[in-house]
């Protein structure tokens, strides 16, 4: 199984040595001083950087959860995508930033957003790197449990094959259903049904 959510955010964590300006690199950093500077200066909020993520996703996947809160005070649009698509929220659901996840909500961030390149959601980008507490909390939210990505795989589906057997069961917990054999394999199929 391809994990593009995996793939794409790979290549992003490592992304703070192509900012496309201050903004970018002060939020990474969550230098809070520079972000004001940087948007008292006329910085653009949803510029992004060369690797194609703007500030607050940036600041999202690393967790700087007074960054993120500043961008939003000061305008940003939550719903900002880098070039996959992919928002605030998905990056911070991928990197297990829990304070960071709750404040976007909070927001008013999108639980089910799926309106990307890899048409992923949250709740996929957080099953599939074993974040649990993240999981919880987009159940809590009313997180789609069944929405499949680009190529049909659940949450579910990508924490088994991920082996994070705690959040799989987690997922099973709240009525994930074992995706069937025929798309998954028959060892994956085996093993979710063999934990259900």
């Known amino acids: ?20 300006g201050p903004l970018q690199d002060a939020a990474e950093q969550g230098d809070l001083e520079l972000i004001k500077r940087s948007l008292d200066g ?37 719903e900002v995508r880098n070039k996959g698509g ?5 990056a911070a659901s991928y990197a297990g930033n829990l304070d960071v996840v709750k404040l976007l909500v909070a927001k008013g961030a999108a639980v089910n957003d799926a309106k990307n390149f890899y048409k992923m959601s949250p709740l996929h980008a ?24 680009r190529n049909g795989y659940t949450p579910l589906t990508q924490a088994g094959w991920r082996g994070y057997w705690n959040v799989a069961e987690l997922l099973m917990k709240a009525g994930a259903i074992c995706q069937k054999a025929e798309l998954v394999g028959e060892p994956l199929y085996n093993e979710c049904i063999r934990r259900k």
């Open 86 to 90: 992919l928002t605030a929220l998905h």
């Open 126 to 149: 957080a099953a599939e790197e074993g974040h649990a507490d993240v999981v919880a909390f987009l159940l809590a939210h009313k997180a789609d449990i069944e929405a499949a990505e």
């Open 1 to 20: 199984m391809v994990s593009f959510g995996s793939i794409f955010f790979a290549v992003v964590l490592v992304a703070g040595v192509a900012s496309a």
């Open 42 to 78: 006329g910085s653009d909020m949803s510029e992004p950087n060369e690797a194609g993520d703007p500030a607050l996703v940036l600041a999202s996947l690393k967790g700087r959860v007074d960054a993120v809160a500043l961008l939003l005070e000061r305008g940003a649009d939550i």
